[in-house]
């Protein structure tokens, strides 16, 4: 094997747009010299350029491809895709460090009425018009927005307990029956809200959120509830599930997944004989 040869392929291993390059480096390093003809040198030249041009216009054809089938094109959030995938990693995040996670899920009030009254294109911009105060009025550093389908929305709520996530659910609530702008009359939301329990999968979590939600609906709608374990699971009106997500198969314990969480720690022996229990 000749010297230019083993260059050429530890260039190849070390560097990953080598073969882009490799057309010239074979050309200019004919047998080890220079070729007579430079000619063929600036042909291999620009076609190299030219497919370095074309994997790079290809690689961010691939990224633009991959963000927009994660937003949803009417409202511009995070669509239900995206929610499935980020719903599953946090639920694993949430388990695996004992860190509380909080759904929140929304359904605008009368929203088939608003479409019958004013039309669909109205409706749409009335969607639209939400999904922009629900940015505006959530925590921009922590919440993360995503329309779930029709004139339901989903914010996900990391390192948020319950109480916290109520809060937030209240504050959009206030902001959205404040909120006169499209029609120049009240138009309200009802709220679910629901805390990751114990070994509890993303699917239930989800389910449990939109059960509160329609819970919020029968008390006369425009209000905020609190999701209550195993019932919500229990006496469901419908399936919320967004897909494969889920981490575990059961959830078996009422106790948030913080309240759960326990850290063993070892007797001054090492044996493990004296552990405590720290619930936290």
């Not at 291999?44 to 054809?61: G, P, V």
């Not at 927009?68 to 959030?77: H, P, Y």
């Not at 059961?250 to 913080?258: H, Y």
Request: hydrophobic share 40%; proline share 4%.
């Amino acid at each position: 094997m000749s010297s230019h040869t083993s260059f050429f392929k530890r260039i190849v291993h070390s560097w990953p747009y080598a073969p882009v390059l490799l057309p010239v480096l074979t050309e200019l390093f004919q047998d080890g010299r220079l070729p007579a003809d430079w000619r063929s040198v600036t042909t291999a030249a620009t076609l190299s350029t030219m497919t370095f041009l074309l994997i790079f216009a290809l690689m961010r054809s691939k990224r633009k491809l991959e963000q927009m089938s994660a937003v949803d094109k009417l409202t511009e959030l995070n669509n239900s895709h995206s929610l499935r995938v980020e719903l599953g990693r946090l639920v694993g995040f949430a388990h695996r460090t004992c860190t509380p996670l909080s759904v929140i899920f929304m359904d605008l009030d009368n929203f088939k009425r608003v479409n019958d009254t004013h039309g669909h294109l109205t409706g749409s911009r009335l969607l639209h018009h939400f999904a922009q105060v629900l940015l505006a009025t959530v925590r921009t550093d922590v919440d993360l927005c995503f329309r779930f389908g029709g004139d339901e929305f989903v914010v996900l709520s990391p390192e948020t307990p319950l109480t916290m996530a109520h809060a937030v659910g209240k504050r959009i609530l206030q902001v959205v029956a404040l909120d006169n702008e499209l029609f120049g009359k009240k138009v309200t939301v009802s709220i679910g809200v629901a805390q990751l329990e114990s070994q509890e999968t993303a699917t239930e979590l989800i389910q449990r959120a939109d059960n509160a939600m329609y819970r919020a609906k029968s008390d006369g709608k425009n209000g905020v509830a609190i999701s209550r374990p195993h019932l919500e699971v229990a006496d469901s009106p419908r399936s919320a599930s967004i897909g494969p997500v889920s981490l575990r198969t059961s959830m078996v314990s009422p106790r948030s997944a913080t309240q759960a969480c326990v850290r063993e720690k070892g007797g001054a022996n090492g044996s493990g004989a004296g552990a405590t229990a720290t619930i936290f």
